[in-house]
T-cell receptor
Framework: DGGITQSPKYLFRKEGQNVTLSCEQNLNHDAMYWYRQDPGQGLRLIYYSQIVNDFQKGDIAEGYSVSREKKESFPLTVTSAQKNPTAFYLC?????????????FGPGTRLTVL | AQSVAQPEDQVNVAEGNPLTVKCTYSVSGNPYLFWYVQYPNRGLQFLLKYITGDNLVKGSYGFEAEFNKSQTSFHLKKPSALVSDSALYFCAVRVLSNDYKLSFGAGTTVTVRA
């Protein structure tokens, strides 16, 4: 987990609210990623960013939004359009998006919709 | 397209016995393969990766994995399991293409009994 921080650790949201999950890295990595983890389904990619001010949709981007204004930061907003947002959210980073580069993960944020 | 399968949801072994966690992959190109471990309510920790070269890859905490191209497998092994190895293990694959994506298996829960 070292070098990548996520906050908060636990987050509760009422239906209809938008919430923002924080991800910060001090590894000087260019690329950052957001994944969603549900029991028995592995990890699914939401969004990724290779460079500041640029990002691309992953496999399950609907109902989510991101920004990449700084190299160190890649916040994820879970909007009210996301129908089933309760999950464990993981942020990752890598030095570049080369095929051999290793992604390193933060400690995660557990989001629960009340 | 690329995918990875972990055929066992759970693996149970006694402490001191060999541990094997299975992974098979399906890709249309040369695969880059990764193993991660996740402890409860934590992020993923990188264990090892196969890029090219020697089919036997050594990683962290005494783990190793063997790449078998003919069987399209990348099984994770440890000669003598510890109770502290009890965790959720993920296999992941990436291919040589313009697609950066890392595809994860559903995970295998390992329980090592004392």
């Amino acid at each position: 987990d070292g070098g990548i921080t996520q906050s908060p650790k636990y987050l509760f949201r009422k239906e209809g609210q938008n919430v923002t999950l924080s991800c910060e890295q001090n590894l000087n990595h260019d690329a950052m990623y957001w994944y969603r983890q549900d029991p028995g389904q592995g990890l699914r990619l939401i969004y990724y960013s290779q460079i500041v001010n640029d990002f691309q949709k992953g496999d399950i981007a609907e109902g989510y939004s991101v920004s990449r204004e700084k190299k160190e930061s890649f916040p994820l907003t879970v909007t009210s359009a996301q129908k089933n947002p309760t999950a464990f959210y993981l942020c990752a980073s890598s030095s570049r998006t080369g095929k051999t580069d290793t992604q390193y993960f933060g400690p995660g944020t557990r989001l629960t919709v009340l | 397209a690329q995918s990875v399968a972990q055929p066992e949801d759970q693996v149970n072994v006694a402490e001191g016995n060999p541990l094997t966690v299975k992974c098979t992959y399906s890709v249309s190109g040369n695969p880059y393969l990764f193993w991660y471990v996740q402890y409860p309510n934590r992020g993923l920790q990188f264990l090892l990766k196969y890029i090219t070269g020697d089919n036997l890859v050594k990683g962290s905490y005494g783990f190793e994995a063997e790449f078998n191209k003919s069987q399209t497998s990348f099984h994770l092994k440890k000669p003598s399991a510890l109770v502290s190895d009890s965790a959720l293990y993920f296999c992941a694959v990436r291919v040589l293409s313009n697609d950066y994506k890392l595809s994860f298996g559903a995970g295998t829960t390992v329980t090592v009994r004392a």
